[in-house]
């Protein structure tokens, strides 16, 4: 009689299933190991350029460049001075006779009562915008502040409450400075009790606008905070001068902070250069696109912009691709001409057509990446489609396997009852 105890069916049904699909199982999983590796280097290198696009993005503000410069003043009370980019070296001497204040009025004869009996409308008035105030739906000076402060047409007028010596008044404030945003008050339309309070407002603040001159040049401003005075320099007033002694502004160009920032071009560049040798040496499918970028990005390098190269700056570039600095060089250039690192990296240039590069790959519409993405999201479909197949394929062989070796072992038992029976 032969020994059936060990045939097991599902056993032998799964490794003949098992053999049916191993070639497609083995290319599949080949396939989905390298599409995986292609994939995982594509995020790395959109991070690396995104990361590097970003740490660019500071150093081309409209507002600021790879140039830092400095304000010093020979009165710290009287402004602070902020610089940008734009600003050139020189020294202006400012006279401040006047500084720029907003209009406050206090009304201490309007009360709580005579808001409650008043009737007509108010006119507030800013430049050429207003707001109507019903006073006939007023009760309270409360009310009041409520319907000016809350109006969705408020010309640019603040009403508050102050108390003194325990009386509640009402204060109107222009929210900003100089003789054209001053408030006006249209009192025709009110009840003659109403209109005469109103008409009769203290002045706390008047509405002036600043007075400043550079020599013989006289300039006034509705606001303390001169930005266009000088270009490049903004002034923050706080105080008049004394007599004869004008306040000395000297801007001049922040070798060490310029340094800074070109350090921090030059770190990010060879961040990325790191990041495309890992890439262009690893198996991942991706070398023709590293290849392509590494040749861009070492025609932009070495390229000139407005007239001027990399190496006027001290930036040179070694055997690897990797960028080094000498100060000295930086010093003497910026001594020279210290626009002239705006003009290279600025006002359209380096870093602009770098952003242009790093957009043709990054671009979610038309980028490079996002395309070789889409034929890699494609490839893992039809991958995915493939396993499902090789799943279904081995589905049916191992049931058909099973039912083959089941009634395989269930004739061998018959056969070995038979043969028992005849043995007796």
């Known amino acids: ?51 590097f696009r970003s740490s660019l993005a ?10 830092v410069n400095s304000a010093t003043t020979s009165q710290s009370t009287v402004a602070t ?49 207003s707001i109507s105030i019903d006073m006939g ?41 100089g003789i054209a945003n001053a408030l006006t008050l249209t009192t025709s339309q009110l009840d ?37 005075l000088i270009e490049g320099v903004t002034i923050n007033l706080q105080t008049v001068t004394a007599a004869d002694t004008p306040l000395t502004l000297t801007v001049g160009t922040d070798t060490s902070g310029t340094q800074k920032n070109l350090q921090t071009f030059i770190d990010a560049y060879n961040s990325l250069r790191s ?10 499918g991706n070398d023709g696109l590293v290849s392509s970028l590494n040749t861009e990005l070492n025609s932009v390098i070495r390229g000139t912009a407005n007239g001027f190269d990399m190496t006027r700056f001290g930036v040179t570039s070694d055997k690897d691709g990797k960028l080094t600095l000498n100060s000295d060089t930086l010093k003497t250039q910026l001594g020279k001409n210290p626009q002239s690192i705006n003009q290279f990296f600025n ?8 952003d242009k590069s790093m957009n043709n790959y990054l671009s979610s519409s038309h980028g490079v990446l996002q395309s070789r993405q889409e034929v890699l999201d494609r490839q893992q479909s039809d991958i995915t489609d493939r396993q499902t197949k090789i799943t279904t394929r081995y589905n049916d062989a191992y049931n058909r396997y099973l039912t083959q070796f089941t009634k395989l072992k269930s004739a061998m038992q018959d056969m070995n009852n038979t043969l028992s029976s005849l043995l007796g």
């Open 347 to 354: 006002s359209q240039g380096l870093l602009s057509t770098i």
């Open 192 to 228: 003659s009790q109403t209109a005469a309070a109103l008409n009769q407002g203290v002045e706390i603040s008047a509405a002036k606008d600043a007075k400043v001159s550079i020599g013989s040049l006289a300039f006034s401003s509705s606001s303390n905070k001169l930005d266009s």
């Open 81 to 129: 001075v902020t610089t940008t980019s734009q600003a050139n070296r020189g020294t202006y001497s400012l006279s401040v006779s006047q500084l720029a204040s907003a209009q406050q009025t206090a009304y201490t004869g309007l009360t709580d009562e005579m808001v409650k009996q008043a009737s007509g409308s108010l006119t507030l008035a800013v430049q050429d915008k």
């Open 275 to 284: 990041v495309l040798d890992t890439q262009g040496s690893a198996t991942g």
């Open 1 to 51: 009689m032969t020994d059936i105890s060990s045939l097991d069916p599902q056993t032998l049904a799964t490794q003949m299933a098992g053999y049916d699909i191993q070639a497609s199982q083995s290319a599949a999983t080949k396939q989905q190991s390298s599409l995986t590796t292609q994939s995982n280097n594509l995020s790395k290198l959109k991070t690396a350029l995104t990361t």
């Open 58 to 67: 500071s150093l081309n503000s409209t507002t600021q460049g790879m140039l």
């Open 137 to 177: 739906k007023l009760t309270s000076l409360a009310d009041f502040a409520d319907a000016v402060n809350q109006a969705t047409d408020n010309p640019g007028v603040t009403a508050s409450l102050i108390k003194t010596d325990g009386k509640v008044q009402l204060m109107l404030s222009s929210d900003e400075s």
